[in-house]
């Protein structure tokens, strides 16, 4: 098995994404971020573009010349992985997407649903809960294994979400993750079997970080999901019952609290999430 997948679409989003980004800003498509910055948006449209051009001539050569580009297990995954990044687009361009008022967490598109209005968010999550359950099932797992692996998948795409408030934070938090779970299984897998998706992510990092463009949540839930699977395909049934319980806390505290605030108030993440970023 090979990184093709990862090479192919990291090489065409150097070549595309910065020309797109401009045609955003000239077309319009843009919105102010927390520094009162014009960016282009949502670019995390854009990842999702790249990476569907790079599938094109994978796909094919995958079949037809049998040079065993793709993991067969991306035709499982990815049907969860784009479907929440659409999810997170219909936000974005219907709802108030992320606009610093709109309503963030379970808790906000409750009230906003108790208010009798559309809540693009609330639709947003039911459909990726059905991506979800289609996406793990199947998998040979009893009904704990089951509901862990569907629980820490939305869990985990949420947490993205939910840390998506400053340029760059959330392609950090994967790339850390990644890190983190292909040394410590001693595996590459997550990078086989995602890095079409991975490598616009890791590309699009540098219009994040220098805030010429905002993912919304087309790219945070597109971070997220790969994030998720991640987690579900390279740990195993301890390790990801640990990863739930680990996600499900920072969760519960996104709910209630301010991440942000506490990442400005620890010396070494406030670090890590100040690296790359504009400071003036």
């Not at 699977?229 to 499900?248: K, P, S, W």
């Amino acid at each position: 098995m090979t990184i093709a997948g990862l090479l192919l679409s990291a090489a065409l989003a150097a070549v595309l994404l910065p020309a797109w980004i401009e045609d955003m800003r000239r077309s319009g498509l843009v919105r102010e971020n927390w520094r009162a910055r014009v960016l282009a948006f949502p670019t995390g449209a854009l990842l999702i573009s790249v990476s569907l051009i790079a599938l094109a001539p994978l796909a094919v050569l995958d079949d037809r010349a049998d040079l065993d580009l793709l993991e067969p297990d991306l035709m499982r995954w990815s049907g969860y992985v784009l479907g929440v990044a659409l999810l997170g687009l219909l936000d974005d361009m219907l709802g108030r997407g992320s606009a610093e008022d709109a309503p963030r967490g379970w808790r906000g598109h409750a009230r906003v649903l108790a208010g009798g209005r559309l809540s693009t968010g609330a639709i947003k999550a039911a459909g990726a809960f059905g991506l979800a359950a289609f996406a793990v099932s199947g998998l040979g797992r009893e009904w704990a294994g089951y509901l862990v692996d569907l629980v820490l998948l939305l869990l985990t795409t949420n947490l993205f979400n939910l840390l998506d408030l400053r340029p760059g934070r959330v392609e950090k938090a994967l790339v850390l993750l990644l890190a983190g779970v292909c040394i410590g299984a001693t595996t590459v897998l997550p990078l086989e079997l995602l890095g079409i998706f991975i490598g616009p992510v890791l590309i699009g990092a540098y219009a994040s970080l220098r805030e010429r463009g905002m993912l919304g949540d087309a790219g945070a839930n597109l971070v997220g999901a790969i994030a998720g699977v991640t987690l579900i395909v390279a740990l195993g049934t301890e390790a990801r019952a640990i990863a739930l319980v680990i996600v499900a806390a920072l969760t519960l505290y996104g709910e209630f609290r301010s991440i942000s605030t506490a990442i400005e108030r620890i010396p070494p993440l406030r670090a890590l999430d100040r690296v790359g970023r504009l400071e003036s």
